[in-house]
């Protein structure tokens, strides 16, 4: 049973342009939800998180948009640039249970020239 | 600042043969430490976790077991490898609840 869901598995943009990656999730009970980079052969990096107490969260050119009631997250990448290529996690947790992440199965992000 | 080590690399086993990849963390104590596993075109499945010395819980039935013998230690173990346990492994931490810090994997191939 997949709890969190990135039903887009590839995206390609353009650079300089917006880059939306989009996250479903099942478990009413998760109430932090973060967004990982991760490079081939490399383990994911943190890029920003979310608590369900808010709805937006931004730094930089990242901001994660959270609809509890729609039980979706997207990250926004605004203006996109060709580092940013690279594949994209998103994840959950519930709290307590020593905060175990609960990924999906990623979003391919390729930055165009 | 907090590192974590995670090794070897790369990993190539022969079937059968038995399995121990070690992940230690620095510069923080009683960490929550984690394995996961990403299989070719999946996401990354939580495999064990432990919130303290000796402390193992098991998030999938596997050929897998794990063990915590220091704080800032741990290790991923298997008896006996199967094909179907090829992937990458990544060893990670965390301080309650909030981001978790990876290490830089393990490629494991069993041929």
């Known amino acids: 049973d997949q709890q969190v869901k990135q039903n887009s598995p590839s995206l390609s943009v353009q650079e300089g342009r917006i880059s939306i990656l989009n996250c479903d999730y099942t478990?009413?009970?998760?109430?932090?939800f973060l967004w990982y980079k991760k490079y081939p052969a490399e383990g994911p990096t943190f890029l920003i998180s979310i608590s369900s107490i808010k709805d937006k969260n931004e730094d930089g050119r990242f901001t994660v948009f959270l609809n509890k009631s729609a039980k979706h997250l997207s990250l926004h990448i605004v203006p996109s640039q060709p580092g940013d290529s690279a594949v994209y996690f998103c994840?959950?947790?519930?709290?307590?249970?020593?905060?175990?992440?609960?990924f999906g199965t990623g979003t391919q992000l390729k930055v165009e020239l | 600042s907090q590192t974590i080590h995670q090794w070897p690399a790369t990993l190539v086993q022969p079937v059968g043969s038995p399995l121990s990849l070690e992940c230690t963390v620095e510069?923080?104590?009683?960490?929550?430490l984690y394995w996961y596993r990403q299989a070719a075109g999946r996401g990354l499945q939580l495999l064990f976790y432990s919130v303290g010395i000796g402390q193992i819980s098991s998030e999938v039935p596997q050929n897998l077991s794990a063990s915590r013998p220091q704080d800032r230690q741990f290790i991923l173990s298997s008896k006996k490898l199967l094909l179907s346990d090829s992937g990458f492994y990544l060893c990670?931490?965390?301080?309650?609840?909030?981001?978790?810090?990876f290490g830089q994997g393990t490629r494991l191939t069993v041929v």
């Open positions: 990670a931490w965390s301080r309650g609840q909030g981001q978790a810090f």
């Open positions: 510069g923080t104590s009683n960490p929550n």
């Open positions: 478990n009413s009970m998760f109430d932090y």
């Open positions: 994840a959950a947790s519930e709290g307590g249970g020593g905060n175990k992440l609960t």
